[in-house]
C-alpha cells in the first residue's frame, strides 16, 4: 500500500491532537471509510472515538 496526500494530512491532525487534554472534535470531509487501515491508526493515535462504529449505513446521497 501506499499513503496518499489525504493519508498523510490525516495523520498530521492525529499527531497535532495526540496528546491535547481536553474536548476535540475533527470535522471535515474525509472521504474515508471507518474500516481502512488509516482510519484506524487515525483513531490509535489521536485516542478519538469514531460515531460511525457501532450504527448503520447512512447514505449521503440518493443512489436513485
Do not use: Q
Not at 487534554?21 to 493515535?45: M, Q
Amino acid at each position: 500500500m501506499h499513503s496518499t496526500a489525504k493519508d498523510k494530512e490525516l495523520m498530521k491532525a492525529a499527531l497535532a491532537i495526540e496528546n491535547y487534554i481536553g474536548p476535540c472534535v475533527v470535522i471535515g470531509e474525509l472521504n474515508d471509510v471507518a474500516w481502512s487501515r488509516i482510519t484506524k491508526l487515525f483513531r490509535k493515535v489521536s485516542r478519538l472515538l469514531d460515531p460511525r462504529l457501532g450504527r448503520d449505513f447512512y447514505s449521503t446521497f440518493s443512489a436513485k
